[in-house]
């Protein structure tokens, strides 16, 4: 047996226990919620605070120095073979989560990076390697996503600071609350020694699944625009208003919502959803006089996706013109889209071949941390198949053997990367 296949075999056992700890682990974070019943954990909370509790002491039996920066980031560094100056192959993703979740999205690539650490025993890289579990990715307490990875690369700034929660506080006020308390945390910044950043993720969708693939490998993310669209009419009484006199706010957003579907059709690839509705008064007999909505358009290529919000935009004011109706528009955040890292990329591609697992290239509609980090750090990405296509829902799932894939896969781009990171000083 050849030198090559002898290491892939070691790999490939070592991956399956690995794979059946992280499982047992996602199940135990899930306990880790806000809100009994369902799983939820947004930025800065207590519910994060519980996952690192967990993280940690598994962290340091792996050999690994921990720490949490001022933004709530979980940081767990591996040391190198050749000291502090060496490269640094950083391996991360989330741990909040929208609410309702599933028990993998984000967590599971946080979990990944520390199984590959753990898969490898008390070997030493010639790089040092650095999971990071950002804080917020989902925006689901702020409404903007991002914030974690965001501040390790020096955009937490601006207006993001100012976005408040449902309860009137503020970016900056829990930053700085949450800094206070905890005088212990580092600062969130990126190591200049960083050389690369893998995410891996689930697909979120049934791509992989439709193919019979256990992985994936993301050579780009499609590009995000969220907006809001309210509608302006008259409320009144709902059984004394004629139907030809009302001006309903509430029809006039269904119609609307019947052309976002439409335009973003007419797109190849574009998609757009209204994911929140909210009618004023809101009473049973009361013809609605307001409504907001939501709106997320995305994209792999920028210009298509400012299309098709103009489009949007510009059926919204159609729509309150045919109805007497007012319509405010407005784009609230914005993210363009992202090339990841070719030379990686066809790195995770390799090792995946290497494993011996069949792969695909994709695009992922969904925004990751890769987004972010990206422009900075030459960075790669790999789905795990979703059964079923579902995500953001309790029935996210991953199967046991696909994980086993992306650990075995993971171990031998550990072996490979030396060379890469080489390349690229």
Known sequence: MSLTSTRETSHAGVASEAAARLMHRCKLLARCTEKPGEILRTFLSPAVDDVHRAIRPWMEAAGMSVAVDRVGNLRG???????????????????????????????????????LVEASGERRY??????LGFSD???TRFGAPFLGSRAVVGELEGGLLECVDAGGVSVAQALRSYAAQRPETVAATLSDKSAAYVEFHIEQGPVLESRNLALGIVEGLAG???CSVEFRGQAGHAGTNPMKLRKDALAGAAEWMMGVEAIARRFENGVATVGQIAAEPGGVNVIPGV???S?????????VRCAIVRAIFEEAHAVAARRGLQAE?????EHPAVRLDAGLVGLTERAAGQSGYATIRMTSGAGHDAM???????SAMVFLRSPGGISHHPDESVAEADVAAAVHMGLIFLDEFTTYARGKD
Do not use: K
């Not at 050749?82 to 741990?95: A, D, K, Q």
């Open 77 to 115: 560094l591996y040391p190198a073979e050749g000291g502090e100056n060496t490269p640094r192959l950083l391996i991360g993703s989330h741990l909040d989560t929208v609410p309702n979740a599933g028990a993998y999205d984000g967590v599971l690539g946080v979990l990944m990076g520390l199984a």
């Open 126 to 131: 010639p790089f040092a390697i650095e999971v």
């Open 137 to 139: 990715e989902e925006g």
């Open 224 to 226: 995000q625009s969220r």
């Open 291 to 293: 409504v907001r909505c």
């Open 295 to 303: 709106l997320d358009v995305r994209h792999a290529e920028d210009g």
């Open 329 to 333: 528009v407005a784009q609230y955040h």
């Open 372 to 378: 972010v980090i990206a422009p900075r750090v030459p």
